[in-house]
């Protein structure tokens, strides 16, 4: 009955911040699981509601916590976080725990490994190939993080790629400075003159501590390439689908543009669109109905939201809106009869 | 004392919070009451993608400062722009300028270092304040990105300059974070909406902003507030939705409340579309709370 709505072994569940996409992916993920299917849902930065709607907390981050289960299928939940992942994956290719060590005790590993652009993306495509290969599930479905950036977890594996490969590492590997190597007078002096100018903009420690860190990581470099190589295929692969939720109302509309065309682009399945929060016809007037006009007003600035994106893919996508709920989904209840008012909207 | 008075007393406002809960807006009709006050304006976006323009009905600034009606301005700025501007300054023949921001390096760089591109933004922010005999602002508004830790942009020139100490980059960006946690000069306007999560955000912001800056925030709003139902209103399916959802933000105020005891007002959510007519409403609506 939810064919539509979970269509493979992976469901990528994309969105801007605030439109509902964790509460969404929870909600499918339950369903799955009533349905029989062995599912996993990786979330990032669950309310605290939704936390104890699922009943995980921060022991998440290490392991999947089993939800609930019934018949052959159960649901487990994991919580993404970038430095957790970033750590044990350089515990896992480090040739050897010294390797490790100077890793970890790298100043600039410490205070900004974490904050560095596209790793906390591409730290969640980690750890999703990682449950993936387990073999553990049938199903996973990824909540992806609530930025308008989100989509960079896409180019993730990319840039990794990229930066691996990069002029710049392979020069912070062979610097200039490094006097043990000969060098002919020109070379020298040139790099003098860089060397003065990085020096005056930037400070040398800064720079030391970035070259410190690459060369403690490259021994790492072969494993990340080849594994990011691997992810790059898995979210491209026949059996994963991209479920975009989109908020309600005709401004909301511009975010969901903007995801649609960066998923056709890199060429990714695109399933149906979720326009989240709709508000529903408040019938007519009541006399003392002073908050009917702005009912009203919202309910038509909903539909004008669904107009406007139908009009923008006719025939082409399935777009599903999901009415607003009184009441957020506060436990496995209220989150299966979300589910299951997903699932008739779908079959109508 | 209103807030709005504490506001126009600072230099530098910096307006954040989650994606998603009117921030530009919010950005929008600061900038408009404060102008009114005779103050000069510059409202600054940092989104690439433009809606600032369509708050305020004018034309899309394309990195151009456009006039937006008596005493502000608009202009929205991409900080790759703006960290080219400061190299091409600091290099002043334009051949190796060039040479240097088209290397793959450089572009490396400032993707990746840590703070750079917002410590640029707050950097041109407070040029325009400071530079030269008549600055062209008297006070400059900065619509912060939504990003999933909005206390970054806040932080970072702090963090780019122990990155890099010693350096006129790590002198200036620690000029700045001087700059921004003195609480006489500059402010942080949080914009949320009451419900779990925005609440959840700004929690966190608050108490960010307290431990790392050593001072709250000049202003908390909470945008699209429900009206309260009037009493005797009739039990259709639609006043219960409307009644739920206004339980749901006054608990959510009321938690805030619990861990703020600072200055926060109440925007009703309104019947308008995105534009200068809901500006202005909400304009009247915050003069009318703001006392």
């Known amino acids: ?348 | 004392m209103p807030a709005l008075d504490r506001l126009a007393e600072r230099q530098l406002l910096v307006v954040t919070g989650k994606g998603g809960v009117g921030k530009t807006t919010l950005a929008a009709v600061l900038g408009r009451l404060l102008a009114a006050r005779g103050k000069r304006v510059l409202l600054l976006e940092v989104d690439p993608r433009e809606s600032l323009h369509q708050a305020l009905g004018t034309e899309p600034s394309g990195g151009a400062i456009v006039p937006a009606g008596h005493g502000l301005s608009i202009q929205n700025l991409q900080p790759a722009a703006v960290i080219e501007g400061l190299v091409r300054e600091k290099v002043p023949i334009a051949y190796f300028a060039r040479k240097i921001t088209e290397s793959v390096a450089f572009r490396q760089f400032v993707e990746g270092a840590p703070g750079l591109k917002e410590t640029a933004l707050l950097g041109y922010a407070y040029r325009v304040l400071h530079e030269g005999r008549k600055p062209s602002a008297d006070l400059v508004i900065v619509d912060a990105p939504a990003t999933g830790h909005s206390a970054t942009m806040l932080a970072a020139p702090r963090l780019l300059a122990q990155a890099a100490q010693g350096g006129q980059l790590g002198e200036m960006a620690a000029e700045l974070a001087a700059y921004l946690t003195d609480g006489s000069r500059c402010g942080v306007v949080l914009a949320t909406l009451a419900e779990e999560m925005p609440i959840q955000e700004t929690l966190e912001l608050i108490e960010l902003l307290r431990t790392q800056q050593g001072r709250p925030p000049s202003l908390v709003v909470a945008n699209g507030m429900y009206p309260a139902p009037p009493p005797g209103a009739a039990q259709t399916g639609a006043t219960s939705l409307w009644r739920a959802r206004r339980q749901l933000n006054e608990a959510e105020l009321a938690r805030l409340a619990a861990a703020w005891d600072g200055p926060l007002l109440e925007l009703p959510l309104l019947p308008l579309d995105r534009g200068p007519a809901l500006v202005e409403a909400l304009a009247a609506r915050f003069m009318e709370v703001d006392r």
């Not at chain 1, 709505?5 to 699981?33: D, E, H, M």
């Not at chain 1, 990011?228 to 309600?248: I, Q, S, Y």
């Not at chain 1, 809106?321 to 989904?329: F, I, K, S």
């Open chain 1, 1 to 348: 009955m939810s064919g539509g709505l979970l269509g493979g072994r992976l469901t990528v569940v994309v969105g801007a911040g605030g439109v509902g996409k964790t509460t969404l992916a929870a909600a499918l993920a339950l369903g799955s699981a009533l349905e029989g299917r062995r599912t996993l849902v990786m979330t990032i930065d669950p309310s605290l509601r939704l936390k104890d709607a699922l009943g995980v907390a921060e022991e998440a981050k290490d392991e999947p916590i089993r939800v609930m289960e019934q018949g052959s299928g159960f649901l487990d939940a994991a919580l993404l976080d970038a430095k957790h992942t970033f750590d044990r994956l350089i515990r896992t290719y480090a040739p050897d725990p010294e390797a490790a060590g100077r890793i970890f005790a790298n100043r600039f590993y410490q205070d900004m490994a974490g904050s560095l652009s596209g790793i906390l993306e591409y730290m969640a495509m980690e750890r999703l190939f990682e449950m993936q290969a387990s073999g553990r599930y049938d199903r996973i479905i990824l909540d992806t993080p609530p930025t308008r950036q989100a989509l960079d977890f896409l180019q993730a594996p990319e840039r990794m790629m990229n930066l691996v490969d990069s002029r710049a590492i392979q020069f912070a590997l062979d610097p200039w400075w490094d006097d043990a190597k000969p060098k002919n007078l020109a070379f020298r002096i040139v790099a003098k003159g860089a060397m003065e100018l990085s020096d005056r903009l930037i400070g040398r420690r800064f720079l030391l501590d970035v070259v410190e860190f690459i060369r403690a990581f490259a021994p790492l470099f072969n494993g990340f390439r080849s594994r990011a190589e691997e992810v790059r295929t898995l979210l491209k692969a026949a059996g994963t689908r991209f479920l975009l939720v989109a908020g309600p109302g005709p401004d909301r509309v511009p975010d969901a543009m903007f995801f649609l065309r960066k998923l056709k682009e890199t060429g990714h399945h695109l399933g149906p669109i979720l326009v989240n929060q709709v508000h529903p016809d408040p019938g007519p007037a009541g006399p003392e109905d002073a908050g009917h006009t702005l009912l009203r007003y919202l309910a038509d600035r909903d539909q004008r939201g669904l107009a406007l994106l139908r009009s923008l893919f006719p025939g082409e996508r399935t777009i599903i809106p999901v009415a607003l709920e009184p009441v957020p989904p506060a436990d496995l209840r209220t989150l299966g009869q979300l589910f299951d008012k997903l699932a008739a909207t779908r079959s109508t």
